[in-house]
């Protein structure tokens, strides 16, 4: 089983959660998770323990709890468009906060300090396939490459920050996945 892991103010009815299920129907797990960093991890971390999951696809602040957890647990990660560093980048978002799906949520100094705690000094570049997309007007691509210095990665020219076009990546995406 996967578990895709959504982003920042996002929910699993986003729409790259819907995609992804639509492509890999009951083998793919997505995740629930609560909106502060701790309890994130909590419940992520009792569904790895829990269930057979070979492998995580996450994105944008998905994909810094991803490698966290695949740095942990030595399982491969897709990460689409990467956060290497939420506790800065979330920082413009300090205060009331609300979801795709209108949910509203409190994003609060502690959890910023939360984050720092999930952070990876050396990710090992084996653990990673990289989605990027060098229009993406929330996260620099240019700071994964260089985080992750050493992953596959497939890098594209415009885009944004949902990946445009992710489906054409499922085949290389498994690939990775069957075979890390």
Not at 76 to 89: C, D, G, K, Q
Not at 124 to 143: E, M, N, S, W
Request: hydrophobic share 35%.
């Amino acid at each position: 089983m996967l578990l895709y892991i959504h982003g920042f103010r996002t929910t699993p009815r986003s729409q790259t959660s819907q995609l992804l299920k639509k492509y890999y129907g009951e083998y793919l797990h997505l995740s629930d998770h609560p909106v502060t960093p701790d309890a994130a991890i909590s419940y992520m971390e009792n569904l790895l323990k829990h269930h057979s999951i070979t492998g995580l696809i996450a994105s944008s602040l998905g994909g810094y709890y991803a490698t966290y957890l695949a740095e942990k647990y030595d399982i491969p990660a897709v990460l689409i468009n990467p956060s290497t560093r939420p506790f800065v980048t979330t920082h413009a978002y300090l205060g009331t906060n609300t979801t795709h799906d209108g949910e509203t949520f409190e994003w609060q100094e502690h959890h910023l300090k939360e984050l720092e705690k999930y952070a990876v000094e050396n990710p090992d570049p084996k653990h990673y396939y990289l989605c990027l997309q060098k229009g993406d007007a929330v996260l620099d691509y240019r700071v994964a490459l260089e985080y992750f210095d050493g992953a596959k990665a497939c890098l594209e020219e415009g885009g944004g920050h949902h990946f445009e076009g992710l489906e054409r990546h499922f085949e290389s995406m498994d690939s990775f996945l069957l075979s890390a």
